[in-house]
């Protein structure tokens, strides 16, 4: 059973984060990708280091997820159930014209009666090609600060970027921990 979902706007990067989760080894090819037409599905294996936490005792070593593509918006509801306990939210840092349209997504899984006890993982992506400033205004675009207190659901934010790899790990760790 697939306890895990990655959604987020079209384009804001979510396969190729998740690519670059999975193949932690793996050059990335910036140049094309192909848009998510339905779902990907990503097996990521849990690979300890000497940065990463040890895993809990029968704690799972392999987490499957599965990515929502953004263009398939109005049918995410479907995936939405009772055994999704984690959700990836990618927003593309670079981008803040699509910021609005992230906003209303995100809000619309919060506001979820399925989804209320439901941990999410915020991901600012693109942070190679972002302004540090850019960080800053999309989550003030987003009014996370004001929805943290409005909402029963645990968001951690984390900024990451398939091309440099910052944060990955760090969000592989949140998808195990
Ligand atoms: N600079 C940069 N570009 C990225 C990054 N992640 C994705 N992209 C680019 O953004 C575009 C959309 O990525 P994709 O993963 O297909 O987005 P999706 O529609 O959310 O699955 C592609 O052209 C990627 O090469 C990143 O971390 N940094
Ligand atoms: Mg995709």
Redesign the pocket.
Known sequence: MISCLCV?????????????IQYPDSV?????????VGT?IFTINYVPSAEKKPLKKNAKKSITVR?L???MAVMWKNYYTEAVNKIIF?V?T?NLCQISCAGVLLYSILVEPRLQKTKICLVL?????AYRQMRNEALLMLQIETLKKQIPQDITIIE?????KEGLDQITEWLFN
């Open positions: 987020g706007p079209k384009n804001s990067g979510k396969t190729m984060l998740l690519t670059s990335n090819f910036t140049s094309h990708s192909v848009n998510t990907n990515e593509g953004g263009e990618v593309d670079s992506t693109k942070m190679d090609y990451a970027s398939a091309i440099t």
